[in-house]
């Protein structure tokens, strides 16, 4: 499984766009990018996955570079209830996988 | 749709006792996942099982702690003897079996908060 390296923490303002990158160096050909979401006391969302270029939802946009060694996750116009902590998984996309979070990135939004 | 649900909440248990975390996963999912997370540490994958089979138990401390996931009912993950440190948020995930999907997207239970006194 590649390893990922993400910002331990963030902090933004409401209204703001927010972008966490992650970093993945050793990505696999058939690897895809998975982010998840969670809030306190909460389990983790699934929020986006994508394998190249741009991927964009209700939620979410996640751009991934020709090289794939990194993406960004970019949440547009954030507000309160966006503070969560966000973890960028990286792993094939068929069969089994486990899921391996690492600590993530603690994003906090203020007023 | 219903989620995945898990009980109880919370759970205190003293030393030595036995603790039961029940997972019912999403209509139609037949995989189930378990993880557990320390405080300020991310989620550790313990096992992942189908109805009636443990797949993959890799996560699992080898003493103590066994899963099941039975054809009827909801999967179970149960820890005798506790101790102090099995204490954590156990979550429980699950997808659907289709072939070819990704388990990479999973959905999650609430947890259950499981305290050793």
């Known amino acids: 499984l590649a390893k990922t390296t993400q910002p331990i923490s963030m902090d933004s303002y409401e209204g703001q766009e927010v972008n966490i990158t992650c970093s993945h160096n050793?990505?696999?050909?058939?690897?895809?990018i998975t982010w998840y979401q969670q809030f306190p006391s909460q389990g983790p969302r699934f929020i986006i996955q994508g394998y190249k270029t741009k991927v964009t939802n209700e939620v979410a946009s996640l751009f991934i570079p020709a090289d794939r060694k990194s993406s960004t996750l970019s949440l547009p116009r954030v507000s309160l209830s966006d503070t969560a902590v966000y973890y960028c998984l990286v792993g094939a996309n068929t069969g089994f996988q486990k899921l391996v979070f690492g600590t993530g990135t603690r994003l906090l939004v203020s007023p | 749709n219903a989620g995945v649900m898990q009980n109880p909440r919370h759970l205190v248990r003293r030393r030595g006792q036995e603790a039961r975390l029940r997972c019912s996963p999403m209509k139609g999912h037949s995989h189930v996942y378990w993880y557990r997370q320390l405080p300020e540490e991310g989620l550790k994958f313990m096992v992942y099982l189908q109805k009636e089979n443990i797949i993959d138990e890799s996560g699992m401390p080898k003493e103590r702690f066994s899963a099941e996931f039975p054809k009827e009912g909801p999967s179970i993950l149960r820890i005798q003897q506790v101790v102090r440190g099995d204490s954590a948020a156990y979550f429980c995930?699950?997808?659907?079996?289709?072939?070819?999907?990704?388990?990479?997207?999973?959905?999650f239970g609430p947890g259950t908060r499981l305290t050793v006194t």
């Open positions: 995930a699950s997808s659907l079996s289709l072939a070819g999907t990704s388990s990479y997207e999973q959905y």
């Open positions: 050793n990505i696999a050909t058939n690897d895809y």
